[in-house]
């Protein structure tokens, strides 16, 4: 049966099962990353056509590294958009 927006309800139910999934399971959460991926695989079969999500996981730098990025972006912001100069009268 379509609801408000058109959606049948067995396709909203398979999403909020597969949102509830992620916000329990998620690695930067305490999740399993293992398990993680491996339940968005069973997850994504359904929501995505038989397609499985494509899992990426990112690092931030740390120590030097930290600060060498912070710093270039620093510098790339000052250079594009410098502060005016105070007008004298």
Do not use: C, W
Not at 6 to 19: I, K, T, W
Not at 42 to 53: D, F, K, L, M
């Amino acid at each position: 049966m379509p609801t408000r927006h058109g959606v049948d309800d067995s396709r909203e139910a398979l999403r909020r099962e597969r949102r509830r999934f992620i916000r329990d399971n998620h690695p930067d959460r305490g999740g399993d990353p293992e398990a993680f991926i491996v339940g968005l695989r069973q997850h994504g079969s359904t929501a995505n056509g038989g397609q499985s999500p494509r899992v990426v996981f990112y690092r931030r730098p740390r120590g030097v590294r930290r600060l060498v990025v912070a710093a270039r972006h620093l510098i790339n912001r000052t250079l594009r958009h410098p502060k005016p100069h105070p007008r004298v009268r």
